[in-house]
């Protein structure tokens, strides 16, 4: 019962954030998504450059502070949002993650309506990937997850070779 009013009255803090146009708010929360997703890359690889790259913390900023954000640039920020998650999380995620992007894609065609939703959906997804990914961590030496690192390995190998 706490928690759940305690979620509300974050949720309400961040419409009331929209609606007063706190961008630093707004931007402070868009960049707390990029550096979450980005604490799943390793930290100098190409692939969290490209992610912090697409999640281009002073254009997102810019666009809040000069009402650049319009419904197909909002859904677009939705879009890559969530190809990021479900390219990052475990394949028995994609339908709940699809789920999740289809809650913030109706709940709304104004920031106000969109943005909490974004927030609490993306986060959620989130905490579920961070969680599978320590289970997986600390499941590492079952014999499953083994055999599943070493078919992984053995992937990334033939595409390694191929690109030679």
Known sequence: MFQEQFHRAF????????????????????????????NQLK?????RQRLIGDFDVAFFDQRLRNDAFDGNSMASLVQMTFVWIHNLQMPLRDSATEAAKGRVL????????????????????IDTMEKDMKEFYDNRDHPVVQEMMRRAIDMRRAIDSKKK
Not at 43 to 47: L, N, R, V, Y
């Open 11 to 38: 949720y309400d803090v961040i419409k009331e954030s929209v609606e007063n146009k706190n961008h630093e708010h707004i931007t402070r929360l868009y960049t707390e998504i990029r550096d979450r997703l980005a």
């Open 43 to 47: 930290p100098d690889g190409p692939t």
């Open 106 to 125: 109706a709940s709304g065609t104004t920031m106000v309506e969109v943005v909490p939703s974004y927030i609490k959906e993306v986060h959620g997804c």
